[in-house]
C-alpha cells in the first residue's frame, strides 16, 4: 500500500530564512506524482508545487523548490526567504499514474517568527 | 476556468439532526470528486470519491453517505448526527485519473452539539 510520511509535525523558522520541509513516501509503481499543498489558517487547500517521478529536474515555484531523490523515495519541500504568509499547514501528497485517489501525509505545520 | 463551491461554510448541529453538505464544480465535465474530513489540527481522511454519476466508493465505515446526483454534483449527508461527525469537510475534484492534481473547495467547518 502507498504511504506518506511526514515526520515533523511542527516547523518553526524566522523571517527571511530558508526551511526544509521533509517528506517520505513508499511505493512499487514506477510512474507517479508528487505534490505539495499550502493549507493556511482560511484551511483552503493550495497546491503550491508538483513533482513527475519520471523527471529528473526538481520543480521550482518561485521561493518554493522540492528536493526529489527517487531512490530514497523522499521528496522534500524548501522554502526560501519565508515570509509571514508562508505560515500554514503543509501536505505532502502521492498518486501512480491512473489512481482514483490522492494520498496524503499527516502535515506538518510552519511558524514563522517575525 | 474550474471553480469548485462548497456550501455551507460553517455549520452547527445538534446530535441526532441530519445532514447534507453540497459541492458543485464549474467548467468542466465528468470530473472526478472527493469528500474529506480533517480533524483539528490533524490530517486529511478520504471519506468517498467519485468517478461518475451514481457511482459512489466508500473508504471508511461512517455514519455519512455519499451521493452524486449530477455530473457536477456531490453531496455529503447523515441521517442522524453524531458528535463524533464534528470537523472540517473538504470537497475536490480531479479532472479524471490522468490529470493528477486535485482543486479543493474552502471546505465546511461542522460542529455537532
Known amino acids: 500500500a502507498q504511504t506518506v510520511t511526514q515526520s515533523q509535525p511542527e516547523m518553526s523558522v524566522q523571517e527571511a530564512e530558508t526551511v526544509t520541509l521533509s517528506c517520505t513516501y513508499d511505493t512499487s509503481e514506477s510512474d507517479y506524482y508528487l505534490f505539495w499543498y499550502k493549507q493556511p489558517p482560511s484551511r483552503q487547500m493550495i497546491l503550491v508545487i508538483r513533482q513527475e517521478a519520471y523527471k529528473q529536474q526538481n520543480a521550482t515555484e518561485n521561493r518554493f523548490s522540492v528536493n526529489f531523490q527517487k531512490a530514497a523515495k523522499s521528496f522534500s519541500l524548501k522554502i526560501s526567504d519565508s515570509q509571514l504568509g508562508d505560515a500554514a499547514m503543509y501536505f505532502c501528497?502521492?498518486?501512480?499514474?491512473?489512481?482514483?485517489?490522492?494520498?496524503f501525509g499527516q502535515g506538518t505545520r510552519l511558524t514563522i517568527n517575525p | 476556468s474550474q471553480t469548485i463551491h462548497q456550501w455551507p461554510a460553517t455549520l452547527v448541529q445538534p446530535v441526532g439532526s441530519p445532514l447534507s453538505l453540497e459541492c458543485t464544480v464549474e467548467?468542466?465535465?465528468?470530473?472526478?470528486l472527493y469528500w474529506y474530513r480533517q480533524a483539528a489540527g490533524r490530517g486529511l481522511q478520504l471519506l468517498f470519491y467519485s468517478v461518475g454519476i451514481g457511482q459512489i466508493s466508500s473508504e471508511v465505515p461512517q455514519n455519512l453517505s455519499a451521493s452524486r446526483p449530477q455530473d457536477r454534483q456531490f453531496i455529503l449527508s447523515s441521517k442522524k448526527l453524531l458528535l463524533s461527525d464534528s470537523g472540517f469537510y473538504l470537497c475536490a475534484w480531479r479532472r479524471d485519473r490522468v490529470s493528477t492534481e486535485a482543486f479543493f473547495g474552502q471546505g465546511t467547518r461542522l460542529t455537532v452539539v
Open positions: 501528497a502521492y498518486c501512480y499514474q491512473g489512481a482514483q485517489k490522492l494520498v
Open positions: 467548467g468542466t465535465s465528468n470530473p472526478n
